[in-house]
């Protein structure tokens, strides 16, 4: 596992940033962080959730054999990106080979193989793969993030895990929202979970907001939540997502943010 403070370039932390250890302690600690980045630091050495702290620790330190050599991140991983995004990007949760390993969501796996690639032809990444936090990779106009944010056995994680991580996802929006005209949700659990946050955070919501489902559009004030279907190898290796749909989805997301 990388230490808090270690100087890796996803490590918005210190060896004195507070680390939360239930859910009231995310939640007051997410409320009362006072900048972007000390959300990120504090969501990054967060241990409220015992069965995902044990999990994703278990994994850093057994590891799978293609990536025996390499030091595993192993701890929640953060949003990244733009710090004023027009376009925002949410997932589920790390993977936990790839952001478990590489501290980047959708870094170092199969899922962010497809997501970065249509990215860089929507022309919000410099470069189509994201393989390591070293790799040069910058977000244009965009930002990633996700309401889990530790690897959960089978990518399944529990209601009262979502729940207990949400306040982290509701502080970094608190920062960023302001200036995001799109939101593409991937998968339905993202979809819940977002619209949840956006409810917390006063956004303006219809009484019966729509189900999740592809190309699915919520119009809200100032900015439009579209949904897609999860970058997952169980929805690009059969054919449910393909690369024209995920371009529809961000030539849409652009258009509606104003980015060229
Ligand atoms: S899932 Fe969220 S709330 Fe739970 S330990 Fe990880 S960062 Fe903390």
């Given at each position: 596992m990388i230490p808090p403070?270690?100087?890796?370039?996803?490590d918005s932390a210190s060896a004195s940033t507070p680390v939360a250890v239930t859910a009231a302690d995310v939640e007051r600690l997410a409320a009362g962080a006072p900048s972007l980045a000390e959300v990120s630091g504090r969501a990054s050495v967060c241990r409220a959730c015992p069965r995902l702290v044990t999990w994703r620790e278990e994994v850093a330190e057994t590891k799978r054999a293609s990536f025996a050599a390499e030091t595993y991140w192993g701890r929640p991983v953060t949003g990244w990106g733009a710090?004023?995004?027009?376009v925002l990007v949410l997932g589920l949760a790390p993977a936990a080979h790839g952001g478990n390993r590489?501290?980047?969501?959708?870094?170092?796996d199969r899922s962010g193989d497809w997501l970065f690639a249509a990215l860089h032809r929507a022309g919000l990444?410099?470069?189509p793969t994201s393989t390591?936090?070293?790799?040069g990779q910058e977000l244009l106009h965009t930002r990633i993030s996700l309401p889990v944010r530790c690897a959960p056995p089978a990518n399944k994680p529990t209601p009262s895990e979502r729940d207990a991580c949400a306040p982290w996802l509701v502080a970094e929006l608190r920062f960023?929202?302001?200036?995001?005209?799109a939101i593409v949700v991937l998968g339905a659990f993202g979809w819940g979970a977002t619209l949840s946050c956006l409810r917390k955070l006063g956004v303006p919501m219809p009484t019966k907001a729509p189900a999740f489902g592809h190309g699915v559009e919520l119009e809200l004030p100032g900015l439009t939540v579209l949904g897609c279907f999860h970058v997952s190898q169980q929805n690009t290796f059969t054919g449910r997502l393909t690369e024209q749909m995920l371009d529809d989805v961000f030539r849409r997301a652009t258009d509606l943010a104003g980015v060229d």
């Open positions: 403070g270690s100087g890796f370039p996803t710090t004023q995004p027009k590489t501290g980047r969501i959708f870094t170092g990444a410099t470069q390591t936090a070293y790799d960023v929202l302001p200036t995001v005209r």
